[in-house]
Structures are given as C-alpha cells and as structure tokens.
Nanobody
C-alpha cells in the first residue's frame, strides 16, 4: 500500500519562501508515473498547483508560474515544492498526490485523475 506524507508547511510572511516535501513509501517511487501538488481552502474545490510526469516534465497553474518549482528525487522517493515570493492568496492546505498512470500537460493539474493522496500540510502566508 502506497503512503504519501507531506511535511514542511507552516506560517510564512508574504514575500518569503518555504519548501514542501512529500515522502512516498510502500511502492517504488520511480513507478509512480506522475506526481502533483494540490491545494484547498475551506469551501473551495481542490486545485492543481504543479505536476511532474515520469519524464520530469512539469506543469504549473498560471498564478504560481515563476514562483513555485516542483521537483522529485526518485532515489529518495520524495517530491518537493519550492515556494518563493509567497502571497497571502497562497494560504491553503497543500496535498501531494500520485498516480501510476501517465498524465501530461494540464492533466497533471486535474485532481480527479490522481488516486493516491497525502493527508496535507497547512501553509499560511501573512501580509
């Protein structure tokens, strides 16, 4: 059984940076065809933030382009999200997700195409 565990959330001031990590266990990380970061605020739908496929091709939602960077380390079985120049509107619960099926482009930002989820980590950005 695959388990995903996020870490690295917390409180950050606007303009600051933080890095989220997602460790996978119970499955060969390199066999996970695609991985993604999603976020959700109360009363809103979970939205895709960034995704990365098995070829290390990345996709970002428009509002985070140039500020966030998704990466993965297959040897360590870990997914990362480097978040720079944070804004109050980035405040949300962040989730990592994975799928054994190949996805590409905007599919990497589609939460319904991912079947493995972590518990989430809160990021709060204060102005």
């Amino acid at each position: 059984q695959v388990e995903l565990m996020e870490s690295g959330g917390g409180s950050v001031q606007a303009g600051g940076s933080t890095r989220l990590s997602c460790a996978a266990s119970g499955y060969s990380f390199s066999n996970l065809a695609c991985l993604g970061w999603f976020r959700q605020t109360p009363g809103k739908e979970r939205e895709g933030v960034a995704g990365i496929d098995r070829y290390f091709t990345t996709t970002y939602r428009e509002s985070v382009k140039g500020r966030f960077t998704i990466s993965k380390d297959n040897a360590k079985g870990t997914l990362y999200l480097q978040m720079n120049n944070l804004k109050p509107e980035d405040t949300a619960m962040y989730f990592c997700a994975a799928s054994p099926f190949h996805r590409t482009g905007t599919e990497l930002l589609s939460n319904w195409l991912f079947n493995l989820w972590g518990q989430g980590t809160q990021v709060t950005v204060s102005s």
